[in-house]
């Protein structure tokens, strides 16, 4: 029999300014979070891709040196976590080097990748680099995760990578963005989550961000949102038998809630510095961290914070 797990939501309009709301997950430990997009190609070419363009140019990757050197002031500035993700972080060159280097200096790290490249030897080396956690994103049941990544062989190829990271020991979190083409099989990829052993699993709404994301991209009703969640959290929500998440299905939040420049930075492949690497912001005239420091980047993003007024991740402008 299934253990009975509740249904956490973390929907900005039922926890108003409750920390800083983020569209995967809230990030309320104290410090900051870095997005590292190590590369901006890909082995995929995902329908609703969440990876934004804005200022990069496909194949120009930092080197590993040049990422080290960024990362370095990581303790001065307070970082607590770096999410190793691209397009696809596990065609950079030197990602297990640049994970031990994080690791060193005792910041978790996240690899949020398709796993497609994923090897028996590259999961073991990631592991004894002092990788904590890996993320993947899962858009439905087999059919459908294959169409909208399209590439066929991307569920199997999932299926197995995380397969590799469990043999390591290594925790698998999962998550899934509504679209009109996966909602009916939302509780079904719940339920193959938990079969494949990962450790919680994100529900959320697709939010216009990324060059695959745009603002006429058919999206799910805020009706069948709510009905989503209400399923979800009701009293059968238990019988899944993994830690469920519901992100944004009660309404978009206030883009005032989002910790963009406060608790998350982005960096993209070029170098870029970016509130976040998910926005479709093009922020002018912040400095490159690899030619300023980290920590004195991150003073220029969040100075110049208030003066965004392009379209954020949840949609909105800041209040």
């Keep these: 029999m299934k253990s009975v797990l509740p249904i956490a939501s973390v929907s900005a309009r039922q926890f108003p300014r409750e920390g800083d709301c983020c569209r995967f997950r809230p990030n309320r430990r104290p410090g900051v979070r870095v997005v590292a997009r190590l590369t901006a190609r890909c082995v995929l070419g995902c329908e609703r891709c969440l990876a934004s363009t804005v200022g990069v140019a496909s194949g120009v990757d930092l080197s590993l040196a040049q990422w080290k050197s960024i990362l370095a002031e990581s303790p001065t500035v307070g970082v607590n976590k770096v999410l190793l993700t691209g397009g696809e972080p596990l065609l950079f060159d ?92 939302v509780p079904s990829t719940i339920e193959q989550a938990a079969q494949m052993g990962l450790a919680s699993f994100t529900v959320s709404r697709a939010l216009p961000v990324g060059h695959g994301m745009g603002p006429s991209a058919p999206q799910v ?68 961290p690899l030619d300023v420091g980290l920590a004195r980047a991150v003073e220029a993003v969040r100075a110049g914070f208030s003066s965004i007024s392009s379209v954020f991740c949840y949609g909105g402008s800041p209040a």
């Design 221 to 288: 009703s805020d009706e069948a949102l709510a009905k989503l969640h209400h399923n979800l959290a009701g009293a059968r929500a238990g019988g899944y038998g993994i830690s469920v998440r519901c992100v944004g299905l009660l309404g978009t939040p206030n883009a005032a809630d989002c910790g963009q420049g406060r608790s998350l930075i982005g960096i993209l492949a070029d170098g870029s510095l970016t509130s976040c690497v998910l926005t479709r912001d093009s922020v002018i005239g912040l400095p490159k």
């Design 94 to 185: 030197g990602l297990v080097e640049l994970t031990a280097y994080v690791a060193s200096m005792g910041i978790s790290t996240d690899l949020n990748s398709t796993l497609w490249l994923l090897t028996p030897a590259f999961a073991e080396r990631l592991a004894k680099a002092g990788l904590t956690e890996a993320s993947v994103s899962i858009a439905g049941t087999e059919d459908i995760h294959d169409r909208l990544h399209r590439r066929p062989g991307a569920w199997s190829r999932l299926l197995a990578g995380i397969e590799l990271l469990r043999e390591v020991g290594l925790p698998v979190d999962g998550s899934m963005y509504v679209t009109p083409e996966n909602l009916s099989a």
